[in-house]
């Protein structure tokens, strides 16, 4: 099975500037995705992280906000751009590997 | 798009308990579902999965699910739970074609008192 580390664990910052956050799968996996999980609800899908190319976004998100990276099978970036208190979330990397997704241990971000 | 339901947001049981969490999801073409579980201060991870076949599935610790198609239902069940069971259950979907994406409940936090 993989295993995905994911930093910073947490972090806080000010309104306005910029965060990004790194996720290494240890082995290969076919697909990687960044979720959002807001206080007191469910995960939601921000993008598929395309090796080599553009992410596949979910509706209401866009690449100016969430740019993302994987320029390889096992390494993938998140920034969250320009941050404003409602951005306040757990960020959580996954990959898809043997018919299921494996999880990072997510990153806490506080936007002040 | 796809949607996921789950029924019960918070549910106190107490040791021995038995447990059915529901769970239905809109999608008219072929799906793959699971049930994922987050243990106090660990990662989410799988508990169980329906991709084809019985639809009787059972996972770990002794948590199974049914998959009924014609009520896009796969309601998770455990006959008698115990203290450990204590979590966070969210139950996902993945379509089978192109992305590939899986998108998850709202979530049941379960309490287990012993």
């Known amino acids: 099975s993989a295993v995905i580390s994911q930093k910073p664990s947490r972090d806080i910052c000010q309104r306005g500037t910029s965060l990004t956050i790194q996720c290494q799968v240890d082995?290969?996996?076919?697909?990687m995705f960044w979720y959002r999980q807001q206080p007191g609800q469910s995960l939601t899908l921000i993008a598929t992280?395309?090796?080599?190319?553009?992410?596949?976004?979910e509706s209401g998100f866009v690449i100016d906000k969430f740019p993302i990276s994987r320029p390889n099978l096992t390494f993938s970036t998140l920034t969250v751009s320009n941050m404003s208190p409602e951005d306040s979330s757990i960020y959580l990397c996954?990959?898809?590997?043997?018919?299921?997704?494996?999880f990072g241990s997510g990153t806490q971000l506080s936007v002040l | 798009a796809q949607s996921v339901s789950q029924h019960n947001h918070h549910v106190i049981l107490s040791e021995a308990a038995s447990l059915e969490l529901g769970c239905n999801y809109s999608?008219?073409?072929?799906?793959?579902l699971f049930w994922y579980v987050q243990y106090p201060g660990q990662h989410l991870q799988l508990l169980l999965k329906?991709?084809?076949?019985?639809?009787l599935v059972k996972g770990i610790k002794g948590f199974e699910a049914e998959f009924i198609k014609s009520k896009f239902s796969f309601n998770l069940r455990k006959p008698s739970v115990q203290w450990s069971d204590t979590a966070e259950y969210f139950c996902?979907?993945?379509?089978?074609?192109?992305?590939?994406?899986?998108?998850f409940g709202a979530g049941t936090r379960l309490f287990v008192k012993a």
């Open positions: 996954s990959g898809q590997g043997n018919e299921k997704l494996f």
């Open positions: 082995s290969q996996v076919t697909m």
């Open positions: 992280a395309n090796q080599g190319s553009e992410a596949t976004y």
């Open positions: 999608y008219g073409g072929t799906v793959n």
């Open positions: 329906y991709f084809s076949g019985d639809p």
């Open positions: 996902a979907v993945r379509e089978d074609t192109g992305g590939f994406k899986t998108i």
